[in-house]
């Protein structure tokens, strides 16, 4: 397995639809990067969030299995602003479908994690398809401003040298072809 250039993303970008919409190649222009790259692929963030708020009054504890909504702020719009010491969810502009022989890696872009703002993502499996939903934590004591339609995140992808015997289409994952603002299933 190994780590992919341009070159390849980008065929398997136009020819199976692999990354919707498609950027051929860096923009920069007053935005933070987004687009094709050296090795990888540069997302942008949607413009829909949801914004985990310690407002809530009996919330004592953010619980996976039964997570309580109360606790988000749904949010719309192109700059989110998340509180201090918080985080929010979003997702990407991108619809991303993995070929059964490819393995996406998600990283934070530096642009932000030198200001604080870190993101966390889970690996793209082979066979995934839908809108990755991304964690964006501001761990700052200051609020942090997010800007939509831009860069957020890097994927590196990695091909292996067989396609997977199971696909997560075929463990029919909980998050298939997910779109908008996923929160924690079981």
């Known amino acids: 397995m190994g780590l992919k250039p341009d070159f390849w993303i980008r065929k398997l970008a136009l020819e199976e639809q692999?990354?919707?919409?498609?950027?051929?190649?860096?923009?920069?222009?007053?935005?933070?990067?987004?687009?094709?790259?050296?090795?990888?692929?540069?997302?942008?963030?949607?413009?829909?969030?949801?914004?985990?708020?310690?407002?809530?009054?009996?919330?004592?504890v953010v619980d996976p299995k039964h997570l309580d909504t109360r606790a988000m702020i749904e949010f719309r719009g192109e700059v989110c602003i998340i509180p201090p010491n918080s985080f929010a969810l979003a997702r990407s502009l991108e619809y991303m479908r993995i070929p059964r022989n490819v393995l996406g890696a998600v990283l934070g872009k530096s642009t932000y994690a030198r200001c604080g703002i870190v993101t966390n993502f889970t690996p793209l499996e082979?066979?995934?398809?839908?809108?990755i939903t991304i964690e964006i934590s501001n761990t700052t004591p200051l609020p942090a401003k997010i800007y939509a339609n831009e860069g957020i995140a890097q994927v590196l992808f990695f091909e292996g040298d067989a396609p997977c015997e199971i696909s997560y289409a075929d463990k029919k994952g909980k998050y298939q072809g997910q779109v908008g603002v996923v929160l924690p299933r079981l």
Do not use: C, K
């Open 126 to 131: 082979p066979g995934w398809h839908g809108y």
């Open 18 to 60: 692999m990354i919707e919409p498609f950027e051929d190649g860096q923009v920069r222009n007053g935005v933070i990067s987004y687009g094709l790259s050296s090795y990888g692929y540069d997302i942008r963030v949607a413009d829909e969030f949801m914004v985990f708020t310690s407002g809530v009054g009996d919330l004592s």
